[in-house]
Protein backbone atom coordinates (compact mmCIF):
# COMPACT_ATOMS: atom_id res chain seq x y z
CA UNK A 1 0.00 0.00 0.00
CA UNK A 2 2.72 2.39 0.74
CA UNK A 3 4.23 1.84 -2.49
CA UNK A 4 0.95 2.33 -4.33
CA UNK A 5 0.63 6.02 -2.82
CA UNK A 6 4.03 6.61 -3.56
CA UNK A 7 3.75 5.88 -6.53
CA UNK A 8 0.20 7.57 -7.57
CA UNK A 9 0.13 10.55 -5.15
CA UNK A 10 3.63 12.25 -6.50
CA UNK A 11 1.46 13.61 -9.22
CA UNK A 12 -0.11 15.90 -6.23
CA UNK A 13 3.47 16.61 -4.51
CA UNK A 14 1.91 15.54 -1.55
CA UNK A 15 4.72 13.24 -0.14
CA UNK A 16 7.46 14.32 -2.61
CA UNK A 17 9.80 17.25 -1.30
CA UNK A 18 10.16 20.65 -2.81
CA UNK A 19 11.28 21.01 -6.83
CA UNK A 20 14.69 22.55 -6.30
CA UNK A 21 13.53 24.26 -9.51
CA UNK A 22 11.04 26.27 -7.72
CA UNK A 23 12.17 29.29 -5.73
CA UNK A 24 11.96 28.59 -2.33
CA UNK A 25 9.41 31.51 -1.62
CA UNK A 26 7.20 30.29 -4.58
CA UNK A 27 4.27 27.77 -2.92
CA UNK A 28 2.39 25.88 -5.16
CA UNK A 29 -1.55 26.13 -4.63
CA UNK A 30 -3.89 23.65 -4.36
CA UNK A 31 -7.23 25.20 -4.35
CA UNK A 32 -9.21 28.48 -5.05
CA UNK A 33 -12.60 29.85 -4.45
CA UNK A 34 -14.56 32.83 -4.19
CA UNK A 35 -16.95 34.56 -3.03
CA UNK A 36 -17.86 37.19 -5.21
CA UNK A 37 -15.84 38.43 -8.73
CA UNK A 38 -13.45 40.54 -6.94
CA UNK A 39 -12.57 38.32 -3.66
CA UNK A 40 -11.01 35.36 -3.96
CA UNK A 41 -8.85 32.76 -1.74
CA UNK A 42 -6.03 30.68 -2.67
CA UNK A 43 -4.91 27.85 -0.87
CA UNK A 44 -1.41 26.12 -0.72
CA UNK A 45 1.70 24.59 0.29
CA UNK A 46 3.08 25.81 4.18
CA UNK A 47 -0.34 27.00 5.23
CA UNK A 48 -0.38 29.48 2.49
CA UNK A 49 -3.60 30.92 1.87
CA UNK A 50 -3.70 34.16 -0.28
CA UNK A 51 -6.53 36.79 -0.88
CA UNK A 52 -7.18 39.03 -3.33
CA UNK A 53 -10.18 41.56 -3.12
CA UNK A 54 -9.83 43.54 -6.76
CA UNK A 55 -10.60 40.44 -8.88
CA UNK A 56 -7.02 39.40 -8.63
CA UNK A 57 -5.02 42.55 -9.82
CA UNK A 58 -3.01 42.18 -6.38
CA UNK A 59 -2.89 39.03 -3.88
CA UNK A 60 -2.07 39.61 -0.09
CA UNK A 61 -1.16 36.80 2.02
CA UNK A 62 -3.52 36.89 4.94
CA UNK A 63 -1.90 33.61 6.38
CA UNK A 64 1.88 32.45 5.67
CA UNK A 65 3.29 30.90 8.77
CA UNK A 66 7.02 31.72 9.23
CA UNK A 67 7.63 27.88 11.01
CA UNK A 68 7.11 24.75 9.67
CA UNK A 69 3.34 24.65 8.34
CA UNK A 70 1.05 21.65 7.05
CA UNK A 71 0.26 22.44 3.63
CA UNK A 72 -3.19 23.24 2.82
CA UNK A 73 -5.33 21.14 0.03
CA UNK A 74 -8.71 22.59 -0.10
CA UNK A 75 -10.69 25.82 0.44
CA UNK A 76 -14.19 26.95 0.75
CA UNK A 77 -16.80 29.70 2.29
CA UNK A 78 -20.03 29.08 3.84
CA UNK A 79 -21.15 33.16 2.96
CA UNK A 80 -18.83 35.59 2.81
CA UNK A 81 -17.29 35.91 6.10
CA UNK A 82 -17.02 32.45 6.77
CA UNK A 83 -14.28 30.36 5.41
CA UNK A 84 -12.51 26.97 5.80
CA UNK A 85 -8.96 25.31 4.78
CA UNK A 86 -8.26 21.69 5.16
CA UNK A 87 -5.19 20.02 4.49
CA UNK A 88 -2.13 17.84 5.94
CA UNK A 89 -2.46 15.80 9.26
CA UNK A 90 -5.99 16.66 9.61
CA UNK A 91 -5.27 20.30 9.99
CA UNK A 92 -8.41 22.35 9.29
CA UNK A 93 -8.38 26.41 9.30
CA UNK A 94 -11.19 28.30 10.25
CA UNK A 95 -12.14 32.15 9.49
CA UNK A 96 -15.08 33.97 10.34
CA UNK A 97 -14.05 37.81 9.36
CA UNK A 98 -13.53 37.19 5.72
CA UNK A 99 -10.00 35.22 5.69
CA UNK A 100 -8.44 38.33 7.67
CA UNK A 101 -7.56 35.65 10.69
CA UNK A 102 -7.40 31.79 10.31
CA UNK A 103 -7.56 30.24 13.34
CA UNK A 104 -7.20 26.25 13.55
CA UNK A 105 -10.67 23.97 14.47
CA UNK A 106 -10.76 20.45 15.92
CA UNK A 107 -10.82 18.23 13.25
CA UNK A 108 -10.66 15.21 15.61
CA UNK A 109 -8.88 13.32 13.02
CA UNK A 110 -4.57 12.91 11.47
CA UNK A 111 -5.61 11.84 8.47
CA UNK A 112 -4.90 14.28 5.71
CA UNK A 113 -7.83 16.20 4.39
CA UNK A 114 -8.01 17.04 0.45
CA UNK A 115 -11.23 18.23 -0.19
CA UNK A 116 -13.95 20.82 1.73
CA UNK A 117 -17.43 21.79 -0.01
CA UNK A 118 -20.52 23.83 1.96
CA UNK A 119 -23.92 23.70 0.64
CA UNK A 120 -24.94 26.42 2.91
CA UNK A 121 -23.47 28.85 5.87
CA UNK A 122 -23.65 26.28 8.05
CA UNK A 123 -23.63 22.59 6.56
CA UNK A 124 -20.15 21.07 4.92
CA UNK A 125 -18.17 18.01 4.59
CA UNK A 126 -14.30 17.30 3.76
CA UNK A 127 -12.91 14.48 3.06
CA UNK A 128 -9.42 12.86 2.52
CA UNK A 129 -7.31 9.73 3.54
CA UNK A 130 -8.47 6.48 4.83
CA UNK A 131 -11.92 7.15 3.68
CA UNK A 132 -12.04 9.81 5.97
CA UNK A 133 -15.38 12.01 5.40
CA UNK A 134 -16.26 14.81 8.07
CA UNK A 135 -19.34 16.79 8.14
CA UNK A 136 -20.07 20.31 10.14
CA UNK A 137 -23.26 21.69 10.97
CA UNK A 138 -22.36 24.83 12.32
CA UNK A 139 -20.31 26.09 9.82
CA UNK A 140 -16.92 24.59 10.64
CA UNK A 141 -16.58 24.95 13.90
CA UNK A 142 -16.83 21.31 14.98
CA UNK A 143 -16.96 18.37 12.49
CA UNK A 144 -18.18 14.94 13.11
CA UNK A 145 -16.41 11.44 11.18
CA UNK A 146 -19.04 9.35 8.82
CA UNK A 147 -18.43 6.20 8.23
CA UNK A 148 -17.78 4.75 4.72
CA UNK A 149 -16.55 1.07 5.13
CA UNK A 150 -13.61 1.63 2.83
CA UNK A 151 -10.23 2.81 2.88
CA UNK A 152 -9.14 4.82 -0.29
CA UNK A 153 -8.07 8.24 -0.62
CA UNK A 154 -11.19 10.66 -1.04
CA UNK A 155 -10.03 13.44 -3.06
CA UNK A 156 -13.49 15.34 -4.01
CA UNK A 157 -16.59 16.00 -2.24
CA UNK A 158 -19.53 17.33 -3.86
CA UNK A 159 -23.63 17.78 -2.78
CA UNK A 160 -26.22 19.46 -4.48
CA UNK A 161 -28.20 19.88 -1.53
CA UNK A 162 -28.39 18.79 2.47
CA UNK A 163 -29.15 15.30 1.45
CA UNK A 164 -27.61 14.46 -1.96
CA UNK A 165 -23.78 14.10 -2.06
CA UNK A 166 -20.83 11.99 -4.10
CA UNK A 167 -17.07 11.70 -3.10
CA UNK A 168 -14.41 10.25 -5.68
CA UNK A 169 -11.09 9.14 -5.15
CA UNK A 170 -8.23 6.33 -5.54
CA UNK A 171 -8.83 2.97 -6.91
CA UNK A 172 -12.24 4.45 -9.50
CA UNK A 173 -14.49 4.48 -6.13
CA UNK A 174 -17.44 6.91 -6.17
CA UNK A 175 -19.71 6.84 -3.46
CA UNK A 176 -23.07 8.57 -2.96
CA UNK A 177 -25.20 9.26 -0.06
CA UNK A 178 -29.13 10.59 -0.27
CA UNK A 179 -29.46 11.23 3.64
CA UNK A 180 -26.86 13.56 3.96
CA UNK A 181 -23.97 11.15 4.85
CA UNK A 182 -25.59 9.10 7.41
CA UNK A 183 -24.67 6.15 4.74
CA UNK A 184 -22.51 5.87 1.89
CA UNK A 185 -23.02 3.18 -1.12
CA UNK A 186 -20.73 2.61 -3.87
CA UNK A 187 -20.71 3.49 -7.48
CA UNK A 188 -19.36 1.59 -10.49
CA UNK A 189 -17.78 3.86 -12.60
CA UNK A 190 -15.92 1.25 -15.16
CA UNK A 191 -12.37 2.32 -14.52
CA UNK A 192 -10.27 1.21 -11.85
CA UNK A 193 -9.24 4.76 -12.35
CA UNK A 194 -7.90 8.09 -10.09
CA UNK A 195 -10.69 10.29 -9.65
CA UNK A 196 -9.51 13.93 -8.69
CA UNK A 197 -12.66 15.71 -9.44
CA UNK A 198 -16.73 15.15 -9.57
CA UNK A 199 -19.63 17.48 -10.10
CA UNK A 200 -22.81 17.46 -10.20
CA UNK A 201 -24.98 20.12 -11.78
CA UNK A 202 -28.02 19.27 -10.65
CA UNK A 203 -29.25 15.34 -8.60
CA UNK A 204 -29.15 13.76 -11.83
CA UNK A 205 -26.27 15.89 -14.18
CA UNK A 206 -22.38 15.29 -13.02
CA UNK A 207 -19.06 14.63 -14.61
CA UNK A 208 -15.76 12.84 -13.00
CA UNK A 209 -12.35 13.61 -13.95
CA UNK A 210 -9.02 12.24 -13.21
CA UNK A 211 -5.86 10.24 -14.32
CA UNK A 212 -4.82 9.03 -17.68
CA UNK A 213 -7.40 11.30 -19.63
CA UNK A 214 -10.38 10.40 -17.50
CA UNK A 215 -13.58 12.39 -18.21
CA UNK A 216 -16.81 10.82 -17.38
CA UNK A 217 -20.45 11.88 -17.17
CA UNK A 218 -23.47 10.24 -15.73
CA UNK A 219 -27.46 11.76 -16.25
CA UNK A 220 -29.07 9.40 -13.62
CA UNK A 221 -27.08 10.40 -10.43
CA UNK A 222 -24.07 8.79 -10.82
CA UNK A 223 -25.90 4.98 -11.14
CA UNK A 224 -23.92 4.84 -14.84
CA UNK A 225 -21.21 6.91 -16.45
CA UNK A 226 -20.38 7.54 -19.98
CA UNK A 227 -17.03 8.30 -21.36
CA UNK A 228 -16.25 11.09 -22.75
CA UNK A 229 -12.97 11.56 -24.55
CA UNK A 230 -11.51 15.30 -25.10
CA UNK A 231 -9.68 14.72 -28.26
CA UNK A 232 -8.54 11.67 -30.46
CA UNK A 233 -5.30 12.22 -29.41
CA UNK A 234 -6.34 12.09 -25.75
CA UNK A 235 -8.20 8.85 -25.28
CA UNK A 236 -9.29 7.09 -21.48
CA UNK A 237 -6.12 5.29 -20.80
CA UNK A 238 -4.00 6.81 -23.55
CA UNK A 239 -2.90 9.59 -21.90
CA UNK A 240 -0.08 10.35 -19.14
CA UNK A 241 -2.88 13.53 -18.66
CA UNK A 242 -3.94 13.75 -15.30
CA UNK A 243 -7.16 16.03 -14.75
CA UNK A 244 -6.93 17.50 -11.21
CA UNK A 245 -9.53 20.32 -11.00
CA UNK A 246 -13.05 20.82 -12.54
CA UNK A 247 -15.97 23.43 -12.51
CA UNK A 248 -18.88 23.53 -14.61
CA UNK A 249 -20.63 26.75 -14.31
CA UNK A 250 -24.07 25.07 -15.58
CA UNK A 251 -24.95 21.82 -17.37
CA UNK A 252 -23.14 22.52 -20.84
CA UNK A 253 -20.32 24.82 -19.87
CA UNK A 254 -17.08 23.47 -17.88
CA UNK A 255 -13.34 23.51 -17.47
CA UNK A 256 -11.05 20.88 -16.23
CA UNK A 257 -7.19 21.75 -15.62
CA UNK A 258 -4.49 19.71 -15.13
CA UNK A 259 -0.98 18.61 -16.08
CA UNK A 260 1.40 21.33 -18.00
CA UNK A 261 -0.94 24.27 -17.66
CA UNK A 262 -3.77 21.98 -19.71
CA UNK A 263 -7.32 23.94 -20.04
CA UNK A 264 -10.25 21.79 -21.56
CA UNK A 265 -13.89 23.85 -22.02
CA UNK A 266 -16.81 22.55 -23.39
CA UNK A 267 -20.06 24.53 -24.19
CA UNK A 268 -22.01 21.54 -25.00
CA UNK A 269 -22.55 19.10 -21.86
CA UNK A 270 -19.20 17.80 -22.45
CA UNK A 271 -20.14 16.16 -25.90
CA UNK A 272 -17.36 17.98 -27.26
CA UNK A 273 -13.88 18.86 -25.04
CA UNK A 274 -11.26 20.94 -26.45
CA UNK A 275 -8.31 22.74 -25.21
CA UNK A 276 -7.62 26.31 -24.99
CA UNK A 277 -4.89 28.59 -25.17
CA UNK A 278 -3.24 28.46 -21.70
CA UNK A 279 -0.60 31.13 -20.70
CA UNK A 280 1.51 28.81 -18.77
CA UNK A 281 2.99 25.52 -18.13
CA UNK A 282 3.26 24.95 -14.68
CA UNK A 283 1.11 22.26 -13.31
CA UNK A 284 -2.75 23.57 -12.39
CA UNK A 285 -4.50 21.76 -9.84
CA UNK A 286 -7.88 23.76 -9.33
CA UNK A 287 -10.38 25.68 -10.96
CA UNK A 288 -13.52 28.14 -9.90
CA UNK A 289 -16.00 30.41 -11.31
CA UNK A 290 -17.90 33.01 -8.87
CA UNK A 291 -20.26 33.42 -11.75
CA UNK A 292 -20.76 32.21 -15.27
CA UNK A 293 -17.75 34.35 -16.88
CA UNK A 294 -15.61 34.77 -13.95
CA UNK A 295 -13.00 32.48 -13.07
CA UNK A 296 -9.67 31.34 -11.76
CA UNK A 297 -6.93 28.48 -11.64
CA UNK A 298 -3.88 27.60 -10.08
CA UNK A 299 -1.11 25.46 -9.62
CA UNK A 300 2.87 25.47 -9.05
CA UNK A 301 5.13 28.11 -8.40
CA UNK A 302 2.29 30.33 -7.05
CA UNK A 303 0.76 30.68 -10.61
CA UNK A 304 -2.68 32.38 -10.62
CA UNK A 305 -4.83 32.23 -14.03
CA UNK A 306 -7.97 34.56 -14.78
CA UNK A 307 -10.73 34.31 -17.18
CA UNK A 308 -13.75 37.02 -17.81
CA UNK A 309 -15.48 35.07 -20.54
CA UNK A 310 -16.17 31.56 -19.36
CA UNK A 311 -12.77 29.85 -19.65
CA UNK A 312 -12.17 31.00 -23.24
CA UNK A 313 -9.36 32.59 -22.60
CA UNK A 314 -6.59 32.97 -19.66
CA UNK A 315 -4.24 35.91 -17.98
CA UNK A 316 -1.70 35.12 -15.77
CA UNK A 317 -1.93 36.91 -12.47
CA UNK A 318 0.86 38.32 -10.38
CA UNK A 319 1.53 37.95 -6.45
CA UNK A 320 2.07 40.52 -3.83
CA UNK A 321 3.98 39.18 -1.21
Not at 52 to 64: Q, R
Not at 124 to 137: A, D
Not at 167 to 178: A, E, F
Not at 223 to 228: I, N, P
Request: hydrophobic share 40%; net charge neutral.
Amino acid sequence: MKYFFAFFLLPLQLFAQADSTQPADLKTLYAITATSPQTAYAAGETGTILETENGGATWNAVHKPKGPASDLLGIAFAGKMAGVAVGKDGVILRTTDGGKQWAQAQSGTIQTLIDVQFVDSTTGWCVGFEGTILKTTNGGKSWVAQQTGVNNVFWSVWFTNKNIGWVCGSRGIIMKTTNGGKSWSGLDAGLPNFFYSIQFVNPKMGWVTGGYGAVLKSTDGGASWEKQNTRPSLSVFKSNTFFYGMEFTDSLTGCIVGDGGLIMRTANGGEKIEAVSSPTQEVLYAVHFSNHNTGWAVGTQETILKTTDGGITWTTQGILQ
